[in-house]
């Protein structure tokens, strides 16, 4: 059974850093897609960053050059580095995880396995 619980959210204020950590258990390295979201009151939930089997990722564009995503198959986790963070970015950050045989798919609907989800609060 999949289980996944994030760490690390906080507040900062704007151009600050955080560091979100999601512990995962009942995900087989080298099978499932990982993958951060987030979703701030009255919007959608959007993907953040998604790391492939072959640890090849994708970021969205809003985040590109200032968030990292990397994951640690022989511990377990997945974390993601938030520098230069801006207000835009507060929300709930969630860890997502899906078994695939194939391709990842940067979508909140095809991943099934979802963390509680930690909030984060940048002011300006």
């Known amino acids: 059974q999949v289980h996944l619980v994030e760490s690390g959210g906080g507040s900062v204020h704007a151009g600050g850093s955080l560091r979100l950590s999601c512990a995962t258990s009942?995900?087989?390295?080298?099978?499932?897609?990982l993958g951060w979201f987030r979703q701030a009151p009255g919007k959608e939930r959007e993907a953040v960053a998604t790391i492939f089997h072959s640890g090849r990722a994708y970021y969205a564009d809003s985040v590109k050059g200032r968030f990292a995503i990397s994951r640690d198959n022989a511990n377990n986790t997945l974390d993601l580095q938030m520098n230069s963070l801006q207000p835009d970015d507060s929300a709930t950050y969630y860890c997502?995880?899906?078994?695939?045989?194939?391709?990842?798919?940067?979508?909140?609907?095809?991943?099934?396995?979802w963390g509680q989800g930690t909030q984060v609060t940048v002011s300006s």
């Open positions: 997502a995880a899906r078994w695939s045989s194939g391709s990842c798919v940067n979508s909140p609907s095809w991943f099934n396995h």
């Open positions: 009942g995900v087989t390295a080298g099978s499932y897609c």
